[in-house]
């Protein structure tokens, strides 16, 4: 199935909606039935056929269509956001007295996961480094449930080996899954790979429009139905109609967006990798990546999202850099349209998460403006530091 039938006609049901071009919204909590006898029908199949929308909407059921396709996966749930995707993902999969083991610098809400909320109800944890396949293999308990990969992860993007993981996880009845929102389902499909789950932070390139929180697990027809009957159903973080209408809105544009950002993005990256002010860039598709093979391996093109250590004397240098840019916007997240920059020395802030990267790293996300007039702004502002 190609992805323009999958983003233009899949679940899109226009002979039933009146042959309306855009999917409709179905902005209703609940629905009507005529009988008992159907009503008490309609119960019996609550996450198949409209009933509450908590559980099944036809805006957002059109919405799992289209992302379970994108990723090669039989089925697809929509979470009000990316966290809550990763935490229902990861608490379908273990129980008190099982070890999960964790690539090291996982998203900063996956590590509050793991290290602050889950060991409470008696969940272990480990985290590898993940370069190598048999970082996770010395790491295995016999109590080891599940393996959590992020390749590339949303900083210094290192990759992990999908494939060599996902046969090793295979061959000792472990759960895999995988945090695959730096690629977007466009650039990377690790289902294909052998992986048993996909997270996505549809925030991201998945909606692209900066305006819709929400997240995204892809996986077996059988695991996401267990999710929503368990996990989905009862902490009840589902994504609204109105925000499911947005991202189909948004994926509708998904391969021009994802596809620009990553060609400008490898630009700019080509700049950066020879500019005598940065002591260290971090770019999956990078010359001087150690893992660029492995990136042309599992993913179609590098993504948006690249990042550098500037070479400053002291965290005023990298402020100043960071306050000179002109095109950059500086807040978190990526996806959209515009460029955003992300200085870690910031994060000193925060009492959410401890930050181990060094503090003169500055992340960006390359969004669809004219790469040229990127590049002429970074370079204005590496002469300010």
Known sequence: MDNSFILNHLGEDRDEYYGSVAPPIFQTTNFCFKTVAEMRQKLTKELETPFYTRGYNPTVATLRKKLAALENAEDALVFSS??????AAVMSVVKSGDHVVCVQKPYSWTNNL?????????????????????????????NTKLIYLESPNSLTFELQNIEAIAKLAKSKNITTIIDNSYNSPLNQNPITMGMDLVVHSGSKYINGHSDVICGVVCGSHERIMK???????????????????????????????????AKSAQKVSDFLEKHPKIKQLNYPF???????????????????????????????????????LKRFIMATSWGGYESLLFPL?????????????????????????????????????????
Not at 82 to 87: E, L, P, Q, R, Y
Not at 292 to 314: F, N, P, R, T
Request: glycine fraction near 8%; hydrophobic fraction near 40%; proline fraction near 3%.
């Open 82 to 87: 990316g966290s809550a995707a990763v935490a």
């Open 114 to 142: 793991l290290s602050k909320y889950l060991v409470k109800y008696g969940v272990t944890h480990t985290f590898v480094s993940g370069g190598e396949a048999a970082d996770f293999e010395k790491a295995l308990q016999p």
């Open 227 to 261: 999710m929503m009957a368990e996990e989905y159903m009862t902490i009840g973080s589902c994504i609204s109609p109105q925000d499911a209408g947005l991202i189909l809105r948004g994926l509708r544009t998904i391969e021009l967006r994802v596809n620009q950002s």
């Open 286 to 324: 990078s010359s001087k990546n150690p893992q660029l093979e492995l990136a042309k391996k599992q993913m179609k093109q590098g993504g948006g999202l690249l990042s550098i250590v500037i070479d400053a004397k002291d965290e005023a240098g990298v402020e100043r850099f960071c306050d000179n």
């Open 345 to 385: 020395c910031a994060l000193a802030a925060s009492k959410s998460f401890e930050n181990p990267l060094p503090w003169n790293m500055v992340r960006l996300y390359i969004g669809l403006e004219d790469a040229d007039l990127l590049i002429e702004d970074l370079k204005q502002a590496l002469d300010k530091v």
